[in-house]
């Protein structure tokens, strides 16, 4: 399996106005053969990224924004990891350092340049946490099906 994402394109809609959802699923194979997928329906603000430093780092549109929508999937636990067990997807549920570490893989294999990449791994991992736990408080008050 070839690292990288194996899509040619991903098509999302605008849901809220900060928001998109996928219309198609978006796969993602790890250096270490792991195969991720971001679900149909999953949502995305691209990279969170302070308006402040957004002419050298956009939050869309660039290199780096397919590698956003897999690390929000992670942080907003909708991210999937293929089973070759039992030949089904299941929720990868990755920790924030894994979730991290997966979003600076996925950058270096979209060709973001070393400076940029870590500049945003870095800043995730000072000040990440306040996403991560935010995401998963909104889950725990989501209904059950």
Do not use: C
Request: glycine share 6%; hydrophobic share 40%; net charge negative.
């Amino acid at each position: 399996m070839k690292f990288g994402f194996t899509n040619e394109y991903l098509d999302v809609r605008t849901k809220d106005g900060l928001n998109d959802e996928l219309l198609t699923p978006l796969l993602y194979a790890s250096k270490s053969d792991d195969l991720f997928r971001v679900p149909i329906g999953s949502t995305t603000d691209g990279l969170s990224v302070p308006r402040a430093v957004q002419n050298v780092i956009p939050a869309v549109g660039d290199e780096a924004w397919w590698a956003g929508v897999l690390h929000d999937a992670a942080y907003r636990k909708t991210l999937e990891k293929w089973d070759s067990s039992s030949q089904d997807w299941i929720l990868a549920n990755l920790s924030q350092f894994e979730s991290d570490s997966l979003i600076l893989e996925a950058m270096e294999s979209q060709g973001v340049g070393l400076i940029k990449r870590h500049t945003i791994y870095r800043a995730l991992r000072m000040f990440g946490s306040f996403a991560y736990n935010a995401d998963r408080k909104d889950l725990s008050k989501s209904p059950r099906v």
